[in-house]
């Protein structure tokens, strides 16, 4: 059984991850679906709900494409919303890391907001 701590992390980037692999083609559910089990193992059945929500904030849009087996495909692709979206996470997510890394990495150095600290202080 997964730790619930991982499956939380999992959970907070999940929408960050989507994004940032629409923002290198469009693709259909699946296939994002198949890209996120390997990369950070995450079930199928979770991308649904999150491809649902991710379209009626308008962060993708969706068209359907001819599939060379069986029905059309419903494709996923970034809209200009989801760009922005994306980059702010992606610079939320980067100072977040350096945070945490600051606390469990021995001689990380101060953490971002402590270097803010000590500028503001001098």
Not at 9 to 26: D, F, I, P, Y
Not at 93 to 120: C, K, M, N, S, Y
């Amino acid at each position: 059984m997964p730790d619930p701590i991982e499956t939380q992390l999992k959970k907070g980037v999940l929408g960050l991850c989507v994004l940032a692999l629409l923002s290198r083609g469009n693709s259909y559910a699946y296939e994002i679906a198949s890209r996120l089990a390997d990369a950070v193992d995450m079930g199928e059945g979770t991308i649904y709900p999150l491809m649902r929500r991710m379209q009626a904030e308008g962060l993708v849009a969706t068209y359907l494409e001819e599939s060379p087996s069986g029905p059309p495909r419903k494709y996923y692709k970034i809209t200009e919303a989801g760009h922005d979206r994306l980059a702010a996470q992606v610079a939320e997510w980067r100072a977040f890391t350096a945070a945490v890394d600051g606390l469990i990495v021995p001689d990380a150095g101060p953490t971002p907001a402590e270097q803010a600290e000590e500028t503001h202080d001098s």
